[in-house]
């Protein structure tokens, strides 16, 4: 099963890097693997003596990729790259005569690496709504009669449901003749919740208009 890292660059990062790495000398195997290299190279630097698994694995897969490039090193910079680690120096590491397996730094992107990217990119797409304003809207909903059934009409007007919508408690209110308005509360996500259109397009349109005469807005607080 493949294992993720994320952030290595950072000490959370390298923590759960240390801990993987627990009694182990290589991220897989017993041997330095591609998932080595492509690990080494998120790494910018190495760690310190408070990750000492991760430090002694540094070390080790360093000396390996020293040994395939014995030519002297004077340093790169890639503007906008950040530190880049010293694994970068190769595209490719091929192994001895009678071992095909080469150690891509840059590999074709496996299906883990592309579900580990979406997963992180629809966090950041949830965070970035928890985010996002709040407000509680307290709303008057009035029938077309005292014939109207106030039961069916609030079934009708909680049966919207929207991302970013939440209904909260009711009340019946008289307004003379017989008839009685309801008015319920609600919270709304501001990025995701027009109040405009959530009464026009749908508490006074088809079918709910059966029930709903017109709604009112008698307070609007940002949460």
């Known amino acids: 099963m493949a294992v993720t890292f994320s952030d290595l660059h950072t000490a959370d990062g390298l923590k759960a890097l240390e801990a993987h790495l627990a009694g182990k000398t290589y991220v897989s195997g017993d041997a330095i693997s591609k998932d080595d290299v492509k690990v080494f190279a998120a790494v910018p630097s ?8 991760a430090a002694r694995w540094y070390d080790t897969v360093s000396a390996a990729l020293a040994s ?11 503007p906008g790259a950040g530190s880049a680690a ?3 120096e190769a595209a490719k590491v091929c192994s001895d005569d009678d071992d095909d397996d080469d150690l891509d730094l840059f590999g074709d992107e496996t299906e883990e690496d592309k579900k580990a990217a979406d997963e992180r990119a629809a966090a950041k797409a ?5 985010e996002s304003g709040k407000s509680s809207v ?51 996500v501001d990025d995701l919740v027009s109040v405009d259109s959530l009464i026009e397009d749908h508490l006074t349109a088809e079918p709910i208009n059966e029930y709903v005469q017109s709604c009112d807005i008698v307070a609007f607080n940002k949460i």
Request: net charge positive; no cysteine; charged share 30%.
């Open 68 to 78: 395939r490039f014995p030519g002297k090193a004077v340093g790169v910079n890639l």
């Open 126 to 130: 949830s965070a970035k709504k928890k």
């Open 138 to 188: 307290l709303m008057d909903v009035k029938p077309w009669d005292d014939e109207t059934d106030m039961k069916k009409l609030e079934e009708a007007v909680r049966s919207v449901q929207m991302e970013g919508l939440t209904w909260g408690a009711s009340k019946l209110v008289p307004v003379g003749y017989g008839i009685k308005k309801m008015t319920i509360m609600l919270t709304i």
């Open 46 to 53: 190495k760690p310190g003596a408070e990750f000492p698994n």
């Open 86 to 88: 010293p694994a970068a």
